[in-house]
């Protein structure tokens, strides 16, 4: 019989990650899944570790690095489960994870994705679901804050990071995978995003908890992170929201896109940030284009609640760095 749930991890240079990630999964109370592992052409010995040491371990090793959509892509592709787990290799689960998060999925047929409760190795909340502005800006719910139960009720979020999300299959079918044009980044705001269009819902599962490095491959605040985090801000923005809300966006869109010049600036990154930019609005008219095949049965009205304005912002989706009161 198939697996319930296929477990995906895309892996570059992870190997000093990989064996707490992997034995946490040995751990889980619940075992009808199969793990795959994307490979992305690591330099380390990542594969041959995992050869050594995880033989049942479906491994897909590719001959460069095709970043974390088109890698997370190959892994679902490859899958037999009803359901798609995706962790990054930085990532360790609490014994409970996959039962906890599955048992919540499987009480609404509604319910597309569910987002876990993330924490920083140091107990930290890293991510209890992600939240979005005007300006297509992401991030991650209570990021950096001490965990102090106030995030332990569950209950419908934006959108998850797929750090650690469980995503139906069934709707992956029906919406699409990850951008690929994304390639590392925001890909998971875009397909949440795409989801609640879809009229899919996200629910968040405290219960679910996953244990995160955060940036242990890319680094927070490093110029890879820097550059595809803040092109891919606006490409969410230009694919996803609504006509109206896009045309009433343009000057908090503009605002966060031009204003962080000077935050980078003052970090050595001003070549990094204008390419950004430009490279965005480069590819806008292909993101247009993507418009197109977006399915839309949620109302604007149902899309508006989930966009935020004028929110403190410490830090983007994934650890991009940005000005604190960014719009």
Known sequence: MSP?????????????????????????????????LVDNN???????????????????????NHGFARGSNEGIRAACGEYILTLNNDTRLDPSFVEEILYRMESDSRIGICASKMLYPDGRINSTGTCIS???????RGISEPD????DRPGEVFGACAGAALYRKQMLDEIGLFDE????????????????LAGW???????AIAYHHHGGTARVGSNIAVYYGNRNVIWVA???????????SLPWISVRTFGVIGYYTTKGQLRVILRSITDAGLGIVSILRKRRNRIIKSTDAEIMKWIQIGVRIPNLHHGVDAPNTSP
């Open 4 to 36: 319930h749930v296929s477990i995906i991890i895309v892996n570059y240079n992870g190997e000093h990650f990989l064996k707490d990630c992997l034995d946490s999964l040995h751990e889980q109370s619940y075992t009808d899944f199969e793990v795959i």
């Open 201 to 207: 819902i996200c629910m968040y599962v405290p219960s």
């Open 181 to 196: 044009d994304f390639f590392m980044y925001m890909e998971d705001v875009d397909l949440s995003f795409r989801a609640r």
């Open 148 to 151: 102090n139960g106030q995030y």
């Open 134 to 140: 005007r300006s297509g800006a992401a991030w991650d």
């Open 42 to 64: 690591s330099a380390d010995h990542s594969v041959e570790m995992i050869e050594r040491e995880y033989p049942y371990i479906i491994l897909i090793r590719n001959t460069a």
């Open 238 to 248: 230009f694919k996803n929201f609504p006509l109206d809300l896009l045309l009433v």
